[in-house]
């Protein structure tokens, strides 16, 4: 009997260490987990801290221009680029408010100017927009918002303009200009007839109807002007795809980035091609780095690259190098321009040879 009271005494002992154990580890992680959310927060902070350092206060993008313009190709690719350099983005589209009201889209008649009741949508979709932007940026911890419509009146440009000094914003404009048919009707065609607006891809009755839908705008369009009305503005315009250039009163850093990066795109889209330089002669005796020269197989091989660029037409190639012999080669046998960049040269090759030998042993 003394055993078995022995026995269960210990037992309980047992029991009890692993319970309590069990609560501190409980413990530990309630504690490690409030820890990481610390963390968290500290980073947030960082993250939000840099990005105000940046910007100075939240800042509103505003596209303007007609239909077919780029508008919205270069919304996406500048938001993109912003949140890449650590600036939260984020873009708001008109068209989406719109199709959101109006579920079944009719034809170019909604976007006439002397269409009473849809002017009047096409103003409320407007003002729960930026009722999404005074949220995204003052509540979300948002840094810039992209205003992508086409903002063609003044009567609008004021109306964001009161908005965005209410809400102490700062606001840079971005106006795309373009007169040329051929862009037009390309832009059209490309994006347009998969638009949601056009269920139906008609090309022809897509093409006709967005024409007109671009004169109902051209009636009421009022460009920017830099030399009277808006000449206090910060503004870029942006001619003809990227041909010219007008910029007006830049305030800060991050609208100097925004005005290099628009300057630096094109709106229509381009091919990349990513290319090798031939065998060079360190290749040959398996030598990693150095500066050599291309070897008769590499020679060859520059050759053909030539003949795969004529065979396929390649008009406006412009081609850039490292600045090292072997790739040089190469473009010369091309025989069209080219531009040597150091930054393309080769990166550490010794250590490469290092960490290869290590990894083998």
Known sequence: MLIFLFYFLFFLIITNKAFNMSSNQRDNVSANSAEAKKLDLR???KKCSWASHMTN????????????????????????????????????NLGVYRREAVRAYKSYDFFRHDNEEA??????????????VRAYLTVEGGQIA?????????????LIQTFVKENAF???????????????????LEVKVSSPDYPERHRERVMDDFLKRIECYKVTYQPLDPDDYDKDLSFIKVMNVGRRFLVNRVQDYIQSKIVYYLMNIHVHSHSIYLCRHGESSHNVEGRIGGDSE???????????????????????LKVWTSQLRRTI?????????????????????????ISHIYLKI
């Not at 780029?70 to 680029?81: H, N």
């Not at 200009?177 to 009707?185: G, K, L, M």
């Not at 080669?329 to 040879?353: C, F, H, M, R």
Request: proline residues 5%; neutral net charge.
């Open 43 to 45: 980073m947030n902070e």
């Open 57 to 92: 206060s939240p800042t509103v993008i505003v596209m303007i221009g007609l239909p077919a313009r780029g508008k919205t190709y270069m919304s996406k690719k500048l938001t993109r680029y912003l949140n890449w350099i650590g600036v939260p983005t984020k873009v708001f």
């Open 119 to 132: 002017m009047k949508i096409r103003k409320q979709c407007a003002l729960v927009a930026l009722q999404d």
């Open 146 to 158: 992209v205003f992508d419509a086409t903002n063609t009146t003044r009567e609008r440009r004021d």
């Open 170 to 188: 700062k606001v840079f404009f971005v106006e795309s200009v373009c007169d040329d048919p051929d862009v037009i009707a390309a832009n059209i």
């Open 294 to 316: 291309l070897s008769p197989r590499g020679k060859q091989f520059a050759h053909a690259l030539r003949s795969f660029i004529e065979e396929h037409k390649l008009s406006d």
């Open 329 to 353: 080669q190469t473009a010369e046998e091309l025989g069209v321009p080219y531009e040597q960049w150091k930054i393309l040269n080769e990166i550490d090759a010794v250590s490469t040879l």
